[in-house]
């Protein structure tokens, strides 16, 4: 089984929708990362939280919000979609290792097409 | 701010020949560096970390070189394949938190 999964694979929503993307990990990892990719931009780092308690914003938050609902558990939400939010959705997890490195796992990604 | 450049045009180079991809940082020199690599439609997945005090990192046919002078890491795929077709990433440390930034990729074709 994967460990780090994302739900939906894809999705296709309308202008003005609310929806939710979901990741779940089974590394144990306490870090976890929404990232969004576009072509010619990479990947640019929307939220992201180092414990349960934790929520931090990143370089592109405006128009989504977060929720660890638990350490296995980080969701994002676009509470209303519009078009320039179409985009490949990664969620990440890590864990700092000896040293302070930490390296990244990445789920399969959510394809989101906003009409 | 730190910046990360890779080459946005993609490499094509024939079977077996050597690639070499090129990430540049603008800033200060992070504590370690690592490569990525992302086939479509797919999550990056951890390639190789090099610290900032080694000179050279491989791994299989994968070697990674980190020039803090320069400030530049060189990737280079040797014996390449058309299996090793892919985007490869460079990412380093943001800040002392340890969040990382990416680079764009620079996208390799191995034709056969």
């Known amino acids: 089984d994967a460990d780090v999964t994302q739900t939906p694979r894809n999705r296709i929503t309308k202008t003005g929708k609310r929806i939710m993307l979901e990741c779940s990990q089974t590394?144990?990892?306490?870090?976890m990362y929404w990232y969004r990719q576009d072509p010619g931009l990479g990947l640019r780092l929307i939220y992201y939280?180092?414990?349960?308690?934790?929520?931090n914003k990143g370089e592109i938050s405006d128009g989504y919000s977060v929720s660890r609902q638990a350490q296995a558990k980080f969701s994002l939400s676009l509470e209303s979609a519009i078009p320039n939010q179409t985009a490949l959705y990664f969620c990440?997890?890590?864990?700092?290792?000896?040293?302070?490195?930490?390296?990244?796992?990445f789920g399969p990604g959510t394809r989101l097409l906003v009409l | 701010s730190q910046k990360i450049e890779q080459n946005s045009e993609a490499l094509n180079i024939q079977e077996g020949k050597t690639a070499t991809l090129t990430c540049n940082y603008t800033?200060?020199?992070?504590?370690?560096l690592q490569w990525y690599r992302q086939d479509p439609g797919r999550g990056p997945v951890f390639l190789l970390l090099?610290?900032?005090?080694?000179k050279e990192k491989r791994k299989e046919r994968l070697k990674v070189t980190f020039d803090t002078t320069l400030k530049q890491s060189l990737f280079h795929i040797t014996a390449s394949q058309p299996a090793d077709s892919a985007t490869y990433l460079c990412?380093?440390?943001?800040?002392?938190?340890?969040?990382?930034?990416f680079g764009s990729g620079t996208r390799l074709l191995v034709r056969p």
């Open positions: 800033n200060y020199s992070p504590a370690y």
């Open positions: 090099i610290r900032e005090n080694e």
């Open positions: 990412a380093l440390p943001m800040d002392s938190s340890y969040k990382l930034i």
């Open positions: 590394k144990g990892h306490d870090r």
């Open positions: 939280s180092f414990d349960v308690k934790d929520i």
């Open positions: 990440a997890t890590s864990a700092v290792g000896q040293g302070g490195r930490e390296t990244q796992y």
